[in-house]
């Protein structure tokens, strides 16, 4: 079972625009909120986090939403540039869960310019 | 430089030959995890460790093993078990009471 659940798997925006990828989750013990960033062959990297206790944590042209009754949570990439394309990977993870981190499926993002 | 190395990058074996993949970190953190990477699956996790000489199966620890005998290193062996073994494999570690993760570069694993 999927414990975080990702969309859309590709995205293709122009140069620019605004980019968003969603992700919702089912355990409500997950506290830590994190998006990892990933170019070809390379290992993720940590891009932006949240916690439950803000709706919003904005980091230059990175931007993430918390919706904590909805149990969603969601990346909007600002002016996108093509330097952005990669794919993107949500996660969540909490104390209760052991400190195992659960991923979303990836979005490959594409800009054009 | 502080961070997670992997080795090698890229590896070949042949069917039915297990294989150990190196994760050495020097950013002294407790906790070690090792990942698999397939297209339009993410990230799944195969085994974890918090403390040395104590690891724990993730969710598709069934064909590999693990061992941690020091802190600074987590090798992971891929044995002829494993169906499906070719993929790219992600090391991880995080500091004890943080949760931000800190990933390798990966060594892609082919299985000819």
């Known amino acids: 079972q999927q414990q975080v659940k990702q969309s859309p798997q590709s995205l293709i925006v122009q140069k620019g625009g605004i980019s968003i990828i969603n992700c919702a989750y089912e355990?409500?013990?997950?506290?830590?909120f994190p998006w990892y960033q990933q170019f070809p062959g390379k290992g993720p990297a940590l891009l932006i986090a949240?916690?439950?206790?803000?709706s919003e944590k904005k980091e230059g042209r990175f931007t993430i939403s918390f919706n904590k009754s909805a149990k969603q949570f969601s990346l909007h990439i600002m002016d996108s540039q093509p330097g952005d394309s990669a794919t993107y990977f949500c996660?969540?993870?909490?104390?209760?869960?052991?400190?195992?981190?659960?991923f979303g499926t990836g979005t490959s993002l594409t800009v054009i310019p | 430089d502080g961070g997670i190395t992997q080795s090698p990058k890229y590896l070949f074996r042949k069917e039915g030959q297990n294989v150990t993949l190196s994760c050495e970190q020097n950013l002294n953190h407790d906790a070690m995890y090792w990942y698999r990477q397939d297209p339009g699956q993410g990230l799944r996790l195969i085994y974890y460790s918090q403390i040395v000489n104590d690891f724990q199966k993730g969710d598709i620890a069934e064909g590999y093993s693990v061992s941690r005998e020091k802190k600074e290193s987590f090798p992971l062996t891929v044995t002829s078990a494993q169906k499906n073994p070719t993929a790219f494999y992600l090391c991880?570690?995080?500091?004890?009471?943080?949760?931000?993760?800190?990933f390798g570069p990966g060594t892609r694993l082919t299985v000819l």
């Open positions: 949240i916690r439950p206790d803000v």
């Open positions: 991880a570690s995080n500091p004890t009471g943080s949760d931000e993760q800190f």
């Open positions: 996660a969540a993870s909490g104390l209760n869960t052991g400190n195992q981190f659960y």
């Open positions: 355990n409500t013990a997950f506290d830590y």
